[in-house]
């Protein structure tokens, strides 16, 4: 952790008015921690497969909700005591339990000068991941219609269109995310006080690598309500630099009208479908040659069948070894984490696997978009579209798996 003795501006980004008496405080919190705050390790975490699609992977709306590093920073320092009885997890599961919407402000950078944003969404009926979702800024607006996510660029007066969900909060901010969270190996929880208000408060700090690339955050709890209350997020392991957003308000409703997730673009816009496109921080874990199968003598067609085959026959026999070695990103995940997301669907049956659908291109190779069709212990049928990764290396053409591309959803 970097140290600073810039007092002042610290609490200028909590828009907290400085005085001598609260830099005196904060000094000595500081000086403390750095005797006594334990020092998290930085490497390479396991990842969840979608964690933050809650991210939004649109270059145009990662956004930076402004102020909350300097919060993040200040209660790294401040809140280093170790978690004790009076709070746990199991108590913000519980509190969270009765909501099923969601509202977030801040701010967005989105590339340019820091901009209010905001985010509604509304969690689907598994409580796994949002369902409906609106999400603005001076920038951008996006929206989720038909299972389908839309981008409206202010500037260029253009609409992204992408044949799936890919924006919102996946997984949902809710109960089974916090039971997976506290199951990461390097989840951490500290307990202590907000220096400006006296209000006891929980941060939470976790990292991990993830199909939509690496990714670390911190969540900072209400000890009375037991409720999160901001949230940060960076694209790196370690905490480093600007967050790519951060929500420094949330607002937990029972329910929302339908109308909170409506949009309707200015007439005359154009719609032009996104690109299919991974996360440049996963390509080293998609390289590796020993991973995926090859597709020497087959179409693309052809090589994604018997792949997706493959994957799927070990997802409903529970061979972990052989998901990680066919979808590489999840190499390094514990048993019960891969175990847990794989229950999220509970799949009981392959139905089929399409043709194609889309393509894109990383600087691996050809990539493309399958779906495949499930039936699920619930007995409901789902569409999950996977996109596959073909390289090309001295050892022939070959191709993996590189995991979900947005929601699964109920067609049957």
């Excluded at 944003?117 to 509304?122: F, I, P, T």
């Excluded at 690339?213 to 790196?236: C, R």
Aim: proline share 6%; charged share 20%; with cysteine.
């Amino acid at each position: 952790m970097q140290r600073t003795d810039d007092i002042p501006e610290l609490i200028r980004q909590l828009r907290v008015p400085p005085s001598a008496e609260l830099d005196a405080r904060v000094r000595v919190a500081i000086r403390q921690a750095e005797r006594t705050a334990p020092i998290a390790s930085l490497s390479n975490e396991p990842s969840l497969w979608a964690l933050l699609i809650m991210i939004m992977k649109h270059k145009t709306i990662r956004y930076t909700l402004g102020g909350a590093l300097g919060l993040a920073v200040l209660a790294a320092l401040i809140l280093n005591q170790s978690t004790t009885s009076a709070w746990a997890i199991e108590q913000a599961i519980e509190a969270l339990e009765k909501y099923n919407a969601v509202r977030m402000t801040g701010a967005t950078t989105a590339g340019g000068p820091a901009a209010p944003a905001e985010l509604w969404a509304r969690a689907d009926a598994t409580g796994s991941r949002s369902a409906e979702c609106l999400a603005r800024s001076d920038s951008f607006t996006a929206w989720v219609k038909d299972n389908k996510t839309y981008v409206y660029d202010h500037a260029r007066n253009t609409v992204l269109v992408e044949p799936a969900i890919t924006m919102g909060l996946n997984p949902w901010l809710g109960p089974k995310f916090l039971t997976t969270l506290s199951k990461l190996p390097n989840y951490n929880a500290v307990e202590g006080a907000d220096p400006a208000t006296g209000q006891k408060r929980i941060l939470v700090t976790a990292s991990l690598e993830s199909a939509t690339g690496p990714q670390s955050f911190l969540i900072e709890f209400d000890a009375t309500t037991k409720l999160p209350v901001t949230m940060t997020h960076w694209l790196n392991l370690d905490r480093r630099g600007a967050p790519d957003f951060s929500f420094d308000k949330i607002v937990y409703f029972e329910d929302l009208p339908d109308s909170a997730f409506q949009f309707e673009p200015p007439a005359g816009v154009s719609f032009v479908e996104k690109p299919l496109t991974i996360p440049d921080a996963n390509l080293p874990m998609l390289s590796n040659p020993k991973s995926g199968i090859s597709a020497e003598g087959l179409t693309r067609e052809e090589a994604c069948r018997r792949l997706l085959e493959q994957f799927w026959s070990a997802v409903l026999n529970d061979d972990l070894a052989r998901i990680r070695q066919l979808c590489p990103v999840t190499a390094t995940w514990p048993d019960r984490l891969l175990l847990d997301l794989m229950a999220e669907d509970e799949a009981v049956e392959l139905l089929r696997i399409g043709p194609i659908e889309k393509e894109g291109q990383s600087r691996l190779g050809a990539l493309a978009l399958v779906p495949s069709r499930i039936r699920c212990s619930d007995g409901r049928v789902r569409e999950v579209n996977i996109i596959v990764q073909f390289r090309e290396t001295d050892q022939g053409a070959s191709c993996v798996v590189h995991g979900n591309y947005g929601h699964t959803v109920v067609v049957e």
